[in-house]
């Protein structure tokens, strides 16, 4: 969760540390600090708040140097103060350090070191480190303390240490928070995510767990968990830096929920064969006889991934007609799930580093299960760890609240039921060619969709000021609804409660009154009478209705009062992909009320963009 920049080259480090800083701050943070090494050893500088508290100290106080460290905390052990924000010392001063997760025997630890001496200054985790790794150092060097300091931690966890007992290097470790190695001329990074360097080199080295990462002026090292030297080749990313910026969007959010149409371009790129009337997953590694012979297919994800997950399994069991389990990739692990080796285990994250989702996928793969990722990030742990892929394409998200990545996944999923579908002989050609087609208008369908954003933001100022909303949808767009309630809680901080229309009698009715709006999600389909029959109970107990429905439907509006109510019109389209258009007018619903409430839209309180620790 935390932001990790470290640099070694010949420019000044500070800008190009706090450059890194700024490009994550999308990953949510609470303090800031830098270590610089120059002529007089380490120099560390620090701040609570946001990066520009970090700015006016270092112009307060400038530090120079060639190489050094950088960090943005997101507070797990102790407050978020100046004290307890990174990097930190050990008691000699000689080591310095920043560090992303969590040191699970922290505690113990401490209290060892305690009895023997050291001082702690703060309250976090991660000081125990650096007194460890200061207790190690000895002739051989700082790559050889921090290995015999990682024998005593338990838990997940990146480092990124320098030394004035070995100046010039730079070493860092991963087990399990994302480490990336960028290789420049002559020049050479570390980070925590892709962005911090992209303006710098595209040739990066994603860390494998417990592998570590020696920088020096001569380059980059590699080595194992024992300390023996390991080849790594690099990748390069085709993303452009400037993706990467709001290209004149107020807010990265709002970037993001326009370059959706392109977005879902990128995903179905040589993936769809008209003629054929067929898609072609190569990457997803899936053969025909493989894909005949599950039993079932388990989705496994958190957060806004889990409600595609959810999608996913109207999708999958639909088009495909095998059983569909979805899972929290929080809980999976520790309720002992029954695994068999025809199961498909397909696991859904952004970022390809969510910790939890890691550890679903990881115990599917040690029972035996055949494993999938649907991701955004090119080389990222998922990828890595899965047997096959389904990239999504949809470039850096750099907006906590997710938006594209979610209707990228919702298509991805698309994808996958329709090729298990194929496989499994349920759909033909003639079947699958409609859907080909709605998928290749989807782009345009969305672009339409975008163009009601003036609307949505009317509507936000007529409802801004509430403090509840209910979110409802019926059959696979119940879940558009739990999406729509979380987007809008997560960056207006109202909350908002997103349940099955069908349910509604079953508990939430008793909220409902003239104080909270009810957001209804009701597309012409099967169940279409069913939602105005929902619509006419919330009428009739004096709430407000925000209807979002499709073209060619004239019933809805007689029921709603243009004073007090809002319906929006879709054009149509095909019902499967529904889902999708449907949760647009939602995340723009989302952003509107949270600038009118005057919330921070890409870095919302107590959020982090990749949850990589527990």
């Given amino acids: ?184 001329e002559q020049e050479w990074f570390v980070a925590s995510d892709i962005p911090a360097i992209l303006a710098h080199t595209r040739d990066v080295v994603f860390l494998e767990d417990g592998q570590v990462a020696v920088l020096t002026r001569e380059g980059v090292r590699f080595f194992d968990a024992d300390g023996r030297p390991v080849v790594r080749q690099a990748q390069r990313i085709t993303w452009d830096p400037v993706m990467a910026e709001k290209a004149g969007y107020k807010h990265f959010m709002l970037k993001e929920i326009f370059e959706q149409p392109w977005a879902i371009k990128e995903t179905l790129v040589g993936r769809l064969s008209m003629e054929q009337g067929d898609v072609h997953l190569p990457e997803a590694n899936l053969d025909t006889a493989a894909m005949t012979g599950f039993s079932r297919v388990v989705l496994l994800a958190c957060g806004t991934s889990w409600h595609a997950a959810l999608v996913g399994k109207f999708l999958i069991e639909q088009l495909a007609r095998i059983p569909v389990d979805v899972d929290y990739g929080s809980e999976y692990r520790y309720r002992q799930p029954i695994i068999a080796t025809t199961d498909l285990m397909v696991a859904i994250t952004q970022s390809g580093e969510t910790a939890d989702t890691l550890a679903a996928l990881r115990e599917a793969r040690r029972q035996g299960a055949r494993t999938l990722a649907i991701c955004n990030v090119v080389g990222s742990m998922a990828t890595r760890e899965a047997e096959g892929t389904i990239q999504t394409h949809a470039g850096p998200e750099i907006g906590v609240a997710s938006t594209k990545a979610f209707t990228t996944q919702l298509v991805a999923l698309t994808l996958l039921a329709l090729k298990l579908g194929r496989a499994r002989g349920v759909l033909d050609a003639d079947a699958v060619r409609p859907i080909l087609q709605a998928l290749t208008e989807l782009p345009r369908h969305v672009e339409q969709v975008l163009s009601c954003a003036p609307y949505l933001e009317d509507v936000a100022r007529r409802f801004y000021q509430c403090s509840d909303f209910l979110f409802l949808g019926r059959g696979m767009h119940y879940p558009i609804a739990l999406e729509g309630a979380l987007k809008l809680k997560e960056i207006s901080y109202i909350h908002a409660e997103g349940y099955p229309a069908g349910e509604m009698k079953h508990g939430p009715i008793a909220l409902i009154d003239e104080k909270m709006p009810v957001v209804a999600l009701a597309p012409r389909d099967h169940v279409f009478e069913k939602m105005l029959g929902n619509v006419q109970e919330v009428k009739a107990r004096g709430g407000s209705v925000i209807a979002i429905t499709e073209e060619g439907e004239p019933h809805l509006w007689s029921l709603l009062d243009p004073r007090r109510d809002a319906r929006l019109v879709l054009p149509p389209i095909h019902p499967l992909l529904s889902p999708i258009t449907m949760t647009v007018p939602l995340q723009l619903l989302a952003y509107h009320v949270a600038v009118l409430r005057g919330c921070d839209v890409d870095q919302p309180r107590n959020l982090a963009k990749s949850v990589t620790v527990e």
């Fill in 1 to 184: 969760m935390c932001g990790i920049i470290g640099y070694i080259g010949q420019q000044d480090v500070v800008p190009v540390v706090l450059d890194g800083l700024r490009r994550l701050e999308y990953r949510g943070y609470d303090s800031a600090g830098i270590a610089v090494v120059g002529p007089d050893g380490i120099d560390v500088r620090r701040s609570a708040g946001k990066l520009g508290n970090l700015e006016r100290a270092l112009h307060e106080q400038p530090l120079r140097g060639t190489y050094g460290i950088g960090h943005t905390r997101w507070a797990t052990h102790g407050r978020p103060t100046e004290e307890n924000a990174h990097p930190h010392r050990d008691q000699s001063g000689r080591v310095v350090l920043v560090h992303n997760g969590i040191i699970e025997n922290y505690l113990e630890l401490k209290k060892e070191l305690q009895g023997r001496g050291i001082v702690f200054r703060t309250e976090t985790d991660t000081e125990v480190v650096a007194h460890l790794i200061g207790l190690e150092l000895r002739d051989d060097g700082l790559h050889a303390a921090v290995r015999r300091a990682l024998a005593r931690l338990q838990g997940l966890f990146a480092l990124v240490v320098i030394s004035s007992a070995d100046p010039g290097t730079i070493v860092a470790v991963r087990n399990g928070p994302p480490v990336v190695i960028g290789l420049g």
